[in-house]
């Protein structure tokens, strides 16, 4: 019989152990040998840290108070307090706080948001059913983040940051149940990847800003002391308490690790170890069956199975075991990696190898207490007094060719050693991890050494390593030579190169980078975008000092993501964060794309909360449009296009943003009248009606009560009452024109004169003479109603060419600082205007064979008191003498002089 079938075949074996192809098969929990009852898989514990670099400062736990309490009291709060160590037995993983308050595992919210639940198969089955379930998940976190930012006061920044992690954590939760459902769809997968990268980068700003925070605050409040002590334990502390390098560093390695317990999960339902006391049982069985049977083996193997047989012996275990070995140790490293290491140690006794669990625990610190309590009553001392020794073997084991990768990585990352650590790390975070592991327990020896605490077995490690001249620095600097090409890549995705610079401290290097994103071709991720937004709103809070040009330039691309994807309400609060002067400008550009009538209020509204110039700003909308208009204001020839098109009814209702605050009645006016200029150039006067008929009747009665309001008893302003004189100018001009059109529509529809019958019999005579009195009652009537008109004209006319105090559309006072285009508007006007009134009125005149009133307009327009001959020009008097002229040949058909007075005989 060959050796596999013997050996996996025993029946001694499967009476006593469970055998691991037994395992495989199943997912039950297996009996306990101790209490033969079943051992259900426990759940991993939450945790916050667990690593062997943090336990260097077991009893240096910072307890990180929100900087909200920091700023409002003033005082020193202190950094560190004691937290003591819990103890294996309750299966408790949390060694210290440190990140207790802004550590939050998203596993932690899966019974909630599981896919599998109601509520999560309602929503993920809702989302399938979308184009692009991604974006149509994380839409919402766009309105999320603002009202979480407009939620917490300005001293509450870390509140604030911990609201933006848990809010990217559900939307995960959400992407993820879709994406199990769905399938691996890239766009969902990539946008659910992208919010764990954010959710990941605001949990090391929370960690590592408030540190930094408390540390600037307590800068001027205190001077470290250094106490010499003979604990390396209390040695640590003091070094954690007075070194932000060292402090910083550790917290980078429990973010990281914080990351890897996340995905790791529940990782005691994955491994595939169930409760037994007998390691290599494969082995153990081959070796019994070959007892009783005396037979050698086929395949050499060891002999002995105490734990450092097959390195000293240089003999294999049996295939299984070094199967079930590989797998356990590449768990263990895994549960390490997590920060886990209680719950590798349990792994290890739960597996039966409870002396591999036991070298696990040399790293820890050694104090004895009996040394400087001064009590009579002996306490139980902590660590290993052996440490060096301890350090000393795990880093040769690490050395060790023999030992397997995961085995040798563990003890590397136990004793400091990075080559072999960094052998199987594949991410960019798990090198990061181990730079900064090796980094933090290198400071720590060398501070043991520096204090005469180090044992003489640390100083028989390499040199390299404990002469290294670690700095955050020098570890991004040896990531960037990797020989990796997925950590090359991924230390140029967006969010590791944020972290990077995050954990470096470098904001100026930082908005480099985001201007080099802002100026690339390719366009940002839009979740990217947000959270470059807030990130930057966060350290403004904090009061850093930062870029102010590239700060800017954020903002204003992510606002202009908010107007392009209509985001409507979210604009003007991320507007309101700009300088004043750009704030103005930005809003104005946004409100000129809403052009849904009943949206404005609502813009204007949220306007004023963001605390925004509001009439600042509805006046550069309307100058802006203004602007774009290039209408000359020259003499137009008769074909000119007066009807109204598509950029005349926007001019006409950009003046509805003046429109909502009768605080701003005054602006209104002006820019209605700058408006109604350019329409009357053009001689578009259905277009200057519309504008004229948008500004409230009681506009004039609101400037002055405003005025008054205030305590003013003194006239207006010259530039509200010089407005208000235009507008009246333009009122004047307008029933002019329309008394005009109403006079020419009723000359032109005079009644038609009845063509008589020729030899008509006596009943169409009859017939003939009625229609005959009805035209003739018809045309006294339309005679009448064409001389009320043509009163109506003449007296409208009138009150335009003789306009009161100086004439049309002259000021009648001079202001402070005049504006030179509206004056030069106005004059053209003036030339334009009055010449067209005029030879309107004698037209009217002739027609109604007014002839003798026609040429008293000769004196209004020849007058010194209203100088009209001055706004005509040569061709325009020629033209109005000739009419003149034919006016008084008509009266002299009349048998009446020129001047239509009868001849004296």
């Known amino acids: 019989m060959e050796w596999g079938e ?12 469970v055998t691991d192809a037994a395992r495989r098969r199943s997912r039950v929990a297996f009996p306990s040998p101790n209490t033969g009852s079943p051992v259900v898989p426990m759940a991993t514990p939450a945790r916050t840290l667990t690593t062997p670099a943090s336990l260097f400062r077991q009893a240096v736990t910072p307890r990180v108070p929100d900087v909200s309490s920091i700023l409002a009291s003033g005082a020193r709060t202190p950094r560190y307090q004691y937290t003591p160590r819990s103890t294996l037995g309750n299966l408790n993983l949390d060694d210290s706080d440190w990140t207790t308050s802004f550590y939050t595992s998203p596993a932690s919210g899966l019974g909630n948001t599981s896919c599998f639940s109601d509520d999560g198969a309602n929503l993920s089955s809702a989302l399938l059913k979308e184009d692009d379930p991604g974006d149509a998940a994380a839409a919402s976190l766009f309105p999320e983040f603002l009202t979480s930012f407009l939620k917490h006061s300005s001293s509450a920044v870390f509140e604030l940051v911990e609201d933006y992690q848990n809010i990217c954590k559900d939307k995960v939760d959400v992407l993820q149940s879709v994406v199990l459902r769905a399938g691996q769809n890239s766009k969902t997968a990539g946008v659910c990847w992208l919010l764990q990268q954010e959710s990941c980068t605001w949990r090391l700003v929370a960690s590592l800003y408030r540190d930094r925070v408390q540390l600037a605050l307590e800068d001027d409040m205190m001077t470290d002391v250094v106490v010499p002590s003979e604990s390396e334990k209390v040695v640590v502390e003091q070094l954690f308490q007075r070194d932000s390098i060292v402090r910083q560093s550790q917290l980078v390695v429990d973010w990281l690790e914080s990351i890897a317990k996340d995905q790791t999960g529940d990782f005691s339902d994955k491994i595939e170890y169930y409760a037994k006391n007998v390691c290599w049982e494969n082995t153990l ?36 075991d070094l199967e079930d070995d590989a797998r356990l140790l590449k768990n263990l490293f895994t549960l390490i990696r997590a920060g886990l290491t209680e719950e590798a140690q349990r792994l290890c006794r739960r597996c039966g190898q409870a002396w591999r669990a036991a070298t696990l625990e040399g790293w820890k610190l050694y104090h004895d207490p009996n040394m400087t ?59 990061v991890w181990a730079y900064f592991r090796v980094m933090v327990d290198s400071l720590v020896e060398k501070e043991l050494m520096s204090s005469g605490m180090a044992h003489q077995e640390v100083e028989s490690l390499p040199r390299e390593y404990l002469e290294a001249n670690w700095t955050m620095e020098k570890v991004f600097e040896d990531l960037q030579a990797s020989e990796s090409k997925r950590v090359l ?16 401290g470098d904001l100026d290097g930082l908005m480099e980078e985001f201007s080099d994103w802002l100026a690339s071709s390719k366009p940002l991720p839009f979740h990217l975008l947000r959270f470059m937004t807030h990130l930057v709103l966060f350290f403004r809070s904090l009061g850093l000092s930062l870029k102010e040009e590239v700060c800017v330039d954020v903002l204003k691309a992510y606002i202009s993501l908010l107007i392009r994807d209509e985001q409507t309400d979210l604009v003007a609060s991320y507007v309101g964060q700009l300088p004043v002067d750009l704030a103005t400008a930005q809003y ?33 909308v309307v100058e802006t449009v203004l602007e ?46 700058a408006i109604m200029r350019r329409f009357l150039a053009l001689q578009k006067h259905d277009a200057a009606k519309a504008v004229f008929s948008k500004v409230p009747e009681d506009s004039m009665r609101k400037i002055y009560s405003q005025w008054t309001s205030v305590g003013q008893t003194g006239p207006l302003p010259a530039e509200d009452e010089n407005a208000i004189r235009e507008h009246l100018c333009i009122r004047a001009y307008l029933e002019a024109h329309e008394a005009f059109t109403d006079w020419f529509s009723h000359s032109s529809s005079a009644p038609k004169k009845p063509a008589p019958a020729p030899e008509a019999k006596f009943t169409e005579r009859v017939a003939n003479e009625m229609k005959e009195k009805d035209y003739q009652a018809a045309l006294t009537t339309w005679s009448c109603r064409l001389d009320v008109l043509t009163e109506d004209v003449k007296e409208r006319i009138y009150n335009v060419l003789l306009f009161v105090d100086g004439g ?48 008293r ?21 020629r033209r109005f003498l000739q009419k003149l002229r034919d006016s008084s040949l008509a009266l002299l058909d009349q048998g009446l002089d020129p001047l239509g007075y009868e001849l004296q005989p």
């Open 6 to 17: 013997s050996e996996l075949q025993s029946p001694v074996v499967r009476d006593d152990y």
């Open 588 to 620: 104005a550009v946004f409100l000129e794309t809403i052009t849904q009538p009943e949206l404005r209020p609502r813009c204007l509204q949220l306007a004023v909360e963001a605390g925004l110039d509001v009439s600042a700003i509805t006046k550069l």
């Open 628 to 673: 774009r208009d290039d209408t000359d204001f020259t003499h137009h020839s008769q074909t000119i296009e007066t009807a109204t098109t598509k950029e005349d009814q926007r001019k006409i209702n950009v003046i509805d943003w003046l429109l909502f605050d009768p605080a701003h009645r005054a602006e209104a006016l002006k820019q209605s009248n």
């Open 489 to 504: 890549d991924e230390s140029k995705e967006h969010h590791h190169i944020i972290q990077k610079f995050v954990i470096l």
């Open 373 to 431: 309590s001064g009590s009579s009553q002996l306490q139980p001392a902590e660590g290993n007094p052996n440490r060096g020794i301890w350090k000393a073997c795990c880093w040769r084991m690490a050395e060790e060719d023999q030992l397997n990768r995961y085995e040798k990585a563990i003890y590397a990352g136990l004793s400091g050693n990075l080559k072999p650590l960094l052998s199987v790390c594949e991410s960019w975070e798990d090198c």
């Open 285 to 320: 069985h081959a070796l019994k069956t070959r007892m009783k049977s005396g037979s050698a083996f086929s395949i050499p193997l060891v002999t002995e199975l105490d734990p450092d047989a097959p390195l000293r012996q240089r003999r294999p275990l049996v295939d299984l």
């Open 857 to 877: 307009m000769a004196d209004i327009i020849s007058s010194d008191q209203h100088r009209l001959y001055q706004v005509f020009s040569k061709e325009e008097l």
């Open 808 to 855: 049309w559309m002259v000021d009648t006072r001079q202001e402070s600082d005049p504006n030179a285009e509206r004056s030069h508007q106005m004059a053209a006007l003036r030339s334009l205007c009055l010449p067209r009134l005029t030879f309107l009125l004698l037209s009217v005149l002739q027609s109604s064979s007014r002839h003798k009133e026609a040429l």
